[in-house]
């Protein structure tokens, strides 16, 4: 199985993962539901006014975990990635979902913004070790 086969089968589709950011120069780790996309980017929702906001937009670099919370044994993943804050109304509408209704009622809810998570590594790790996968960069478009 490839790398990525094996890592979107711990962080595809919803997860609670542990989400660390910077304050004042030191990690701050949280949990947040956050949903897994084919191109590795994960998605999930918070408030304006909280803290991980205003650190984010501080300091985009992050890092998260997900463990597929199986057996002891089961793989996870350490993730380092760049976070953006995002509460335009398209993007708000795109990922919202029912799930969100007892948190935030409508995605019209000032309060309600999208956190995306584009990942630069991902270190997968299972019974027989680790394996890194990295975002390649991107190919500049001859004009």
């Known amino acids: 199985m490839k790398l990525e086969e094996k890592i ?17 120069g030191m990690p701050a780790v949280r949990f947040m539901s956050l949903e897994g996309y084919d191109d590795m980017r994960l998605v999930g929702a918070t408030m304006k006014s909280s803290r991980k906001v205003g650190q984010i937009r501080e300091n985009p670099n992050v890092a998260l975990s997900i463990w597929s919370c199986g057996e ?67 190919i500049p478009v001859a004009r």
């Open 8 to 24: 979107l089968q711990v962080m595809g589709g919803v997860h609670v993962a542990a989400v660390a950011t910077v304050d004042e």
């Open 72 to 138: 002891y044994t089961d793989p996870y993943v350490v993730i380092r990635a760049t976070a953006a804050v995002q509460d335009d109304p398209a993007t708000k509408k795109k990922y919202w979902n029912p799930m969100k209704e007892a948190y935030f009622q409508t995605p019209d809810n000032p309060e309600y913004v999208v956190v995306t998570f584009t990942p630069k590594t991902i270190e997968y790790t299972d019974m027989n070790g680790m394996e890194v996968w990295e975002r390649k960069p991107a």
